[in-house]
């Protein structure tokens, strides 16, 4: 499926990296972003079989975007995630203590998460 329309990208863990060094060559396809739970492809903490993403890009990226974190994110510390939504221009927001956030979290349908892409959609940000 293609579009001409600008999008809004919703991206978890590795996939904020990606769309982080995919926003340096497609400005203006993408109307706004939701990173959830980026980790820090730098920290001892992650994996050192994924090394195709470093190093994450630290600039402003060219739409608006909103960062989710967890207060106990093994692969993020709350510092390394402010820096990255500092460098992005990006509205952070940190939960409570949800691990990586993903189905280990318990967040369910997570309807906080639909709220913030509605945000996004339309230009509340």
Known sequence: ????????????SLGCCLVAHWALRHKGL???????????????????QVAGFAPTPLMRLPFPSTVVASANDPFCSIARVE????????RLTVLGPLGHIN?????GTWP??????????????
């Open 1 to 12: 499926m293609t579009s001409d329309a600008p999008v809004i990208l919703i991206a978890h």
């Open 30 to 48: 993408v109307r706004g972003a939701l990173f959830v739970a980026p980790p820090d492809i730098g920290a001892p903490t992650f994996p050192a």
């Open 83 to 90: 820096y990255f939504a500092e460098h992005w221009g990006a």
């Open 103 to 107: 189905d280990r979290s318990g967040l």
């Open 112 to 125: 906080a998460g639909i709220e913030l892409v509605a945000e996004l959609t339309c230009g509340a940000h």
